[in-house]
């Protein structure tokens, strides 16, 4: 039996120049996810469009079939190979292939969305779309609404996205990142990556070495073998040879790390280490390496992180800065994420925002007061510190305390040149984007105090029902609904117009302004 994942969401970005093909797979046999990828080996899949039975709805061709029609048209997607692929009226009957659903976006703008009940309310979702010349797969197996996921892609900067079907049809194998569910859906979106000849030379992590280490994983030595050897895993086929895009991040993926080169190869010598889940900037490329601020790292243990990073509900993404890896401050231990952790910075100076507060972590000072906390939020931003599964020093109750040890630390900013009433409603949307993530239940978002007794947060500690009106808002519930009702009923707009609003790239941020207005 196939179970869910426990990760939410994963949206993959694929360049149109990378692609070789894209095929509507018409799942005529019942097969698995699992079973359609081995078959096919496909790089990237997801569930498809509408279907009844085994009949598909909506608009659908797939290489030159056409296997549903609709007496109306509608925007869809429409292509012949697939790096020709483009948003158009559907059916277009000189295409060998498309597929229509519920149109979210067109040319970067909300799309007035027409769809049927049974296809709405907060489900699971699957969507594609177009950004910047690449082609995007998104999938949760989470719950959204068709308003949600449209404001939540407009945020993302798509210019272009169809929701697929969703529910318990949503599931996906973005390059190995699964959302996976038993029912076998009608049809699949499959995208085919163009296979380059590898110019790698022998001895570069691509190909054990003759002693059958682990390549360029960190520290060699007996210790760095791969679980189960080379022949059983681990091996690194031709297509994982292919040189990889230039990205503005990559995180390190073996759990023994990578070793840092002074040149981009192995005869170079080694001059550090990245620890697992670093996040490094990759500035050049050269023959399977990439340069980073520290040297050259073999790109075979990178995976580029995705352009389109977390979201929270309201819009704020989640910017990434980690703690250097070896740093005292950062123990990297294993956190299962069983609580939220509510803090404030206490640091009422001026410019002390959550970027400040990043900076410090990630210095000789921060190392040596051995504190360090998962994310710190401001009026304006999201900076993540540690990965939500790693330990980190910030509850005061011991390295193995459940405060530590099993919770996500949150710092709320308290700079006086900040608005921390924003903050704090920035903070509460980080906090329902991770309970949905983990799975946490309002019952363990727990305030600092609650671990080790210290007065944190201190302002909401202090201020008569702010906990209370926190935790609401971390619900989603009438707190979180204010503005839009303050603002519809003080300007008399219809929720069509609302919707609009609510869809916009900064929407939030307006109805909280138009809410306070005079």
Not at 15 to 33: C, F, H, M, W
Not at 269 to 274: E, F, M, P, Q, R
Not at 331 to 354: F, M
Not at 443 to 448: E, L, N
């Amino acid at each position: 039996m196939e179970v869910a994942t426990t990760m939410s969401k994963y949206i993959a970005s694929i360049p149109l120049g990378d692609i070789e093909r894209i095929q509507i797979y018409v799942n005529k046999s019942a097969k698995t996810l699992a079973e359609i990828k081995a078959e096919t080996g496909a790089d990237y899949l997801i569930n498809g469009g509408l279907y009844q039975g085994a009949q598909a709805v909506c608009h659908l061709r797939a290489d030159g079939r056409t296997y549903a029609k609709d007496p109306y048209t509608y925007w869809g997607y429409a292509w012949d190979t697939g790096p020709d692929i483009t948003l158009r009226s559907v059916p277009a009957a000189e295409r060998r292939s498309y597929i229509c659903c519920v149109c979210l976006l067109r040319g970067g703008k909300a799309e007035t969305l027409i769809y049927n009940r049974d296809v709405g309310g907060s489900r699971p979702r699957t969507a594609m779309g177009i950004k910047d010349g690449a082609l995007c797969l998104y999938c949760t197996n989470s719950g959204r609404t068709p308003e949600e996921l449209q404001a939540e892609l407009l945020a993302l900067g798509w210019e272009s996205a169809l929701m697929l079907d969703g529910g318990g049809s949503s599931q996906c194998d973005l390059a190995g990142k699964r959302i996976v569910s038993n029912r076998k859906v009608h049809n699949l979106i499959l995208v085919y990556k163009r296979k380059r000849a590898s110019s790698e030379p022998k001895g570069t992590p691509s190909e054990p070495s003759d002693s059958g280490s682990d390549g360029e994983r960190m520290n060699d030595g007996a210790d760095e073998t791969c679980p189960g050897g080379w022949g059983e895993g681990c091996e690194v086929g031709e297509d994982d040879k292919k040189e990889k895009p230039m990205s503005e991040a990559y995180q390190v993926t073996p759990s023994v790390g990578v070793n840092i080169r002074s040149g981009p190869g192995t005869g170079y010598s080694k001059v550090g280490a990245y620890a697992q889940g670093t996040v490094v900037t990759v500035t050049a490329t050269r023959d399977g390496w990439g340069q980073t601020e520290k040297g050259w790292v073999s790109l075979d243990y990178l995976e580029a992180v995705e352009a389109a990073q977390r979201v929270t509900d309201n819009g704020l993404r989640i910017q990434a800065r980690y703690i250097d890896a070896g740093r005292k401050n950062r123990p990297c231990g294993v956190n299962p994420c069983g609580y939220i952790t509510i803090h404030e910075t206490g640091n009422a100076a001026r410019g002390a925002d959550a970027a400040a507060h990043g900076s410090y972590l990630n210095s000789a000072a921060g190392e040596a007061a051995l504190v360090s906390w998962h994310y710190t939020v401001d009026d304006h931003a999201i900076v993540q510190h540690l990965p939500d599964g790693e330990t980190a020093y910030h509850a005061g109750d011991g390295p193995k305390g459940t405060g530590n040890a099993r919770s996500i630390g949150v710092e709320i900013c308290v700079n006086a040149d900040g608005d921390f009433a924003k903050a704090r409603e920035n903070a509460a949307s980080l906090v329902r984007l991770l309970m949905e993530e983990h799975g946490t239940p309002i019952g363990h978002v727990v305030q600092h105090n609650h671990w080790n007794g210290k007065d944190c947060p201190y302002t909401i500690r202090h201020t008569s029902g702010a906990w209370e009106a926190f935790l609401a808002l971390c619900e989603g519930g009438p707190c979180a609904k204010t503005n839009r009702q303050t603002v519809q009923a003080r300007f008399g707009l219809a929720e069509e117009t609302m919707d609009y609003l609510e869809a916009y790239r900064y929407g939030a941020d307006l109805l909280q302004k138009l809410a306070a207005a005079n």
